[in-house]
């Protein structure tokens, strides 16, 4: 290929423009005349001997090609012909300084974000629409002399950029004009319209003045289609996403073919922002692919043929959980942008705009930004001879917004643990708790923090093992401190410790749990993949741990006592809420007998995501025997243990089904029992009525030994663990599954008026803690549901006859009919060496004096 | 005596005018032609259209007219990507031009048979009417 002088180039784009005038063309059939002319004038020059084409060889040329051909008069000026002013300056603009001055009002502001939808959710997206006024600014200063593939591909690219933004804009122009022509606002949102209109102007400029407008033309193709596929990187996820959700929340059948879709392929972030839109929980504006969806409303509703719709809030979380098998509360809410920087910082409008309709309820909903964690300190004590432990669990929440906040989370306790002593620190002093009916508790609790906005903390079980913990108001820019007491029997020679499984607040990745344990006896405290043992502390062991936020969120944290006898003894402890000739209680062993034969379990086997990592686990626990294994994967599938070894778990899958199943072929056997392995079950039931009814009705109940795999909320346990045929299995062991029930120490119970000849030792008085829960939650116990719950109350444990609140003033104890709990009666962690202990050495030497003296 | 635009007794300018008129018409028919056949390089049936005797045109006259056939959808065009310039362009003449062409050609030699059969009928004449002037 020749050579072209500068000189020689601009010239041909000169004689070009000027023939295709001078024939009459404009535009796109301009621009091919052109094309062929300059086409044919470089073949032309391939047969000139000279190897580079100057403005006299291109003379020349023009001579023979155009028999009306008059050489130009010499320019005083080589610079390229320059539009128009007035083009020029809407070309600077609508093409380069608006399109930049509102990116950057939108990324400082989050204006349209915090009203209509996010436009620059992310970086990328905030890149790629700052290359449409850059690439503007780069085209509009090019030379004519510019390659073509690189001025066509960048016209092309801002071309299909702002293309894409102003018809985001396009729905709500309506509204644009006429608060501008009523207001004198709202132009914001035109300018994206404008700047696409102004790249097409800049790019058909481009396109006109260049000297090969096919490889323009190619180029901007290219261009284009960089665009398109920069964004549907960046929002083809979400779409997907949006549509599918969209058609399945509209269609009836289960599984729907959209669920199946999502469980393929989604976007989580898209999800969980839906589930943070709606009519319920916070209003916050959607994203792109939501908007694109969605905006049709807007001139629909004003044209008088729709109305604005909202989404189902509560059908989009559940759907999240079909989708991912995760609760949309165990994830972050969606941040409004980057989370750092100026970006993340000033978000003026989200927060205003965020509101929790779940205060004061029953479900934990949605998590609120800027509610913290922000400190969390275990502190606990092993009672090796009693075979229980108690801990103390504080938890520091720390509220960064602008509204007071209530912090809701749900605790899973040791095995058969109950909370029974609850701390609220009002004004810095702590307060203890009053423990009643369950009824009392949340009415006092109710209109102490929702009604008064005063500073009450409630606590109430709500599943097997479970409890849920309310406190409000965490105040703006303040903290609000708890501490809950824990008393849980070893079982075996471990006590799992409690760990949060659903919250409404954020846990920062920096924060540590800060665990103390001690006790008369050494110990070990084991994490999934790590585990610590204790060191001689003075006459006990104590062991000192920081555990980081994700071990003590997802793994279970077992505190095992070392060198148990494997035969337990009595032991005796002083009752001090007892009636005097009943104030000793002593536990006795009950001798372990062998398991009677029974029919083999029915096992559940949860088909969701959160049990693939678990799988290899279930089948070698599995018993050889003739079980039902039963597949909840949205229906009661009936599979081998061939076929489980190949189900893929995939999403969140409604148990429901399966149980009912199970419960009726348990039935019909005569009661067997049912082992259900399962994760966390957020959602609420499809039909809650009828299993409740096959649990209510009928003779041959089946009980059911639940094991959760995985943590997270279980909305399905929460509706049948008041039925009282649904225990825990504390652990998944081939024997557990073989006998649908863990095998645990049975004891038996007696009360005496007198310590003198009682057998074992003395141990702490929650032993009589235990004695109390088994009261109160026995089916079997013959006292009315008020009196197991006023042992309940009376012995501090919240179980499921009984609460805990903490209210501000004695007046509002009064007035509600609570008692306040004594802080010098209230259980605590001992100090080392715990007083039981020396008073049991004391006794000890005592006795043996006195033994001494009568033999003598 | 003659004027200076006039040659051997007749205007230049009219004559010019008339190859003018001639030229437009038979240049259409040329190309249609051309592109019934087979498919163009368009530079090399630029230099074809020139190449043919009494044709006349400059080269640059020539691709309007391309540009308008493709526009009327007589002819199409295709680009092929080059390494040593800018993309070539074919063109090829539709089924719409190829059957203009035909007409056209039909045409053409009708009215130069007529021209030539006009000439026999004006010696006819002559010999009918004696006093007329001879043809030669």
């Known amino acids: 290929m020749k050579n072209w002088t500068t000189q020689a180039e601009q010239r041909l784009t000169e004689y070009l423009a000027e023939r295709a005038t001078r024939e009459g063309f404009t535009g796109e059939d301009a621009v091919e005349l052109k094309e062929d002319l300059r086409r044919h004038i470089h073949e032309e020059s391939q047969q000139l001997p000279a190897e580079t084409i100057s403005l006299m060889q291109l003379e020349q040329l023009l001579g023979k090609l155009d028999a009306g051909y008059r050489p130009a008069v010499p320019a005083s000026d080589s610079r390229p012909a320059r539009l128009p002013l007035r083009w020029r300056f809407w070309s600077w603009t609508a093409g380069v300084v608006l399109p930049l001055a509102v990116l950057l009002f939108e990324a400082i502001t989050r204006f349209c974000g915090g009203v209509f939808f996010d436009p620059v959710p992310t970086w990328w997206h905030i890149l790629l629409v700052a290359m449409v006024p850059g690439l503007n600014v780069w085209l509009l200063r090019s030379r004519p002399g510019t390659p073509s593939r690189w001025s066509g591909l960048a016209a092309g690219f801002s071309l299909g950029v702002s293309l894409f933004y102003g018809a985001l804009f396009l729905p709500i122009v309506h509204l644009s004009l006429f608060a501008l022509l009523a207001f004198g606002i709202g132009f914001l949102s035109l300018i994206p319209i404008l700047a696409a209109i102004q790249s097409w102007w800049i790019g058909r400029s481009k396109l006109l003045e260049t000297s090969e407008p096919t490889r323009f033309r190619h180029a901007r193709r290219w261009g284009l289609a960089a665009a398109g596929l920069a964004l549907l990187a960046l929002e083809g996820p979400g779409l997907w996403t949006r549509v599918n959700l969209q058609l399945a929340l509209t269609e009836h059948q289960t599984p729907s073919a959209a669920l199946t879709r999502l469980r393929w392929f989604h976007s989580e972030s898209s999800l969980l922002k839906a589930c943070y839109e709606g009519n319920r929980g916070t209003s916050m504006a959607t994203d792109i692919p939501g908007w694109m969806l969605r905006s049709w409303q807007f001139p629909a509703a004003a044209l008088g043929l729709n109305r604005l719709q909202t989404a189902d809030s509560q059908r989009v979380r559940e759907l999240f959980f079909r989708v991912t098998g995760k609760p949309f509360n165990s994830l972050p809410p969606p941040s409004t942008r980057l989370g750092t920087g100026m970006m993340g910082r000033i978000d003026p409008l989200a927060e205003d705009f965020e509101f929790d309709s779940h205060t004061g309820g029953d479900s934990v909903a949605v998590r609120i930004k800027q509610l913290d964690l922000t400190e969390s300190r275990f502190d606990g004590h092993l009672y090796g001879d009693a075979r229980l432990g108690y801990g103390e669990w504080t938890l520091v929440f720390a509220n960064g917004g602008r509204v007071a906040r209530e912090a809701r989370c749900q605790i899973q306790l040791p095995v058969d643990g109950r909370v029974s002593r609850l701390t609220l620190w009002v004004n810095g002093e702590p307060q203890e708790a009053a423990f009643s009916t369950v009824a009392k508790v949340k009415a006092a609790y109710r209109e102490i923090a929702v009604v008064q906005q005063r500073d009450p903390v409630l606590v109430t079980m709500v599943a097997p093992d479970t409890v849920m913990v309310q406190c409000f108001p965490v105040p703006t820019a303040g903290t609000m401190k708890i501490r809950l007491g824990i008393t849980a029997p070893l079982t075996g020679a471990s006590w799992d410790l409690p760990r949060i499984i659903e919250r409404n607040f954020g846990i920062p990745a920096t924060l540590e749990h800060a665990v103390w344990l001690q006790g008369n006896r050494s110990f070990s405290l084991t994490a999934e993949t790590d585990s610590q043992s204790s060191t001689p502390d003075g006459p006990a062991h104590s062991l000192s741990a920081a555990i980081h936020r994700d071990g003590f969120l997802t793994d279970p944290l077992v505190w095992s006592a070392t060198g148990l006898s494997p035969t337990p003894e009595s032991v005796w402890c002083e009752d001090s809420h007892a009636t005097p000739d009943e104030r000793f209680l002593i536990r006795e062993p009950i001798a372990a007998t062998p398991p009677a034969a029974t029919t083999p379990p029915i096992v559940v086997i949860d088909g969701s995501a959160a049990m693939a990592a678990i799988k290899d686990r279930i089948l070698e626990a599995l018993p050889a025997g003739q079980s039902i294994l039963l597949l909840a994967d949205d229906t009661a599938r009936k599979i081998t243990r061939e076929e489980l070894s190949k189900v893929r778990f995939s999403g969140g899958r409604d148990n429901e089904p399966a149980l009912r199943e199970a419960i009726r072929l348990a039935k019909a056997a005569g009661g067997g029992p049912i082992v259900w392995l399962h994760g966390p079950q957020p959602v609420p039931l499809a039909q809650p009525e009828a299993l409740l009814q096959l649990l209510e009705r009928g003779s041959n109940l089946p009980s059911i030994g639940e094991c959760a795999l995985a943590p997270g909320p279980n909305r399905l346990m929460e509706t049948i663990y008041r039925s009282g045929i649904l225990h825990r299995l504390d652990r998944l062991d081939n024997g557990a599954l073989s006998q649908g029930r863990s095998t645990r120490q049975a004891w038996k119970w007696r009360r005496a008026a007198s310590a003198d000849g009682l057998p074992g030792k003395q141990v702490s008085d929650h032993l009589a803690r235990l004695w109390a829960i088994e009261q109160v939650e026995s089916n079997h116990a013959p006292d009315t549901a008020a009196a197991r719950s006023a042992i309940g109350a009376r012995y501090q444990l919240v179980t499921p006859l009984s609460g805990a609140v903490v209210l501000e003033t004695r007046e509002q104890y009064d007035r509600h009919g609570l008692t306040q709990g004594d802080p010098s009666a209230s259980p605590q962690v001992p100090p080392i060496p715990e007083p039981s202990s020396a008073m049991l050495i004391l006794i000890t030497l005592t006795a043996a004096l006195a033994r001494r003296r009568r033999a003598a | ?136």
């Open chain 2, 1 to 136: 005596m003659a004027t200076p635009n006039t040659v051997n007794g007749f205007s230049r300018e009219m004559f010019e005018n008339w190859t003018v008129q001639m030229r437009k018409g038979v240049l259409d028919l040329c190309i249609l032609k051309a592109l019934s056949a087979r498919e163009w390089y368009g530079y090399a049936l630029v230099k074809a259209l020139v190449a043919v005797p009494g044709v006349g045109v400059a080269e640059g006259s020539i691709y309007p007219l391309l540009a308008r056939l493709r526009r009327q959808g007589l002819v199409t065009t295709r680009l092929e990507e080059s390494n040593e310039g800018p993309a070539r362009k074919y063109y090829l003449a539709t089924t719409e031009g190829r059957a203009l062409a035909e007409e056209m050609e039909a045409y053409f030699a009708e009215m130069l048979r007529g021209v030539a059969g006009l000439q026999a009928a004006v010696n006819a004449e002559a010999d009918r009417l004696p006093g007329t002037l001879p043809t030669k």
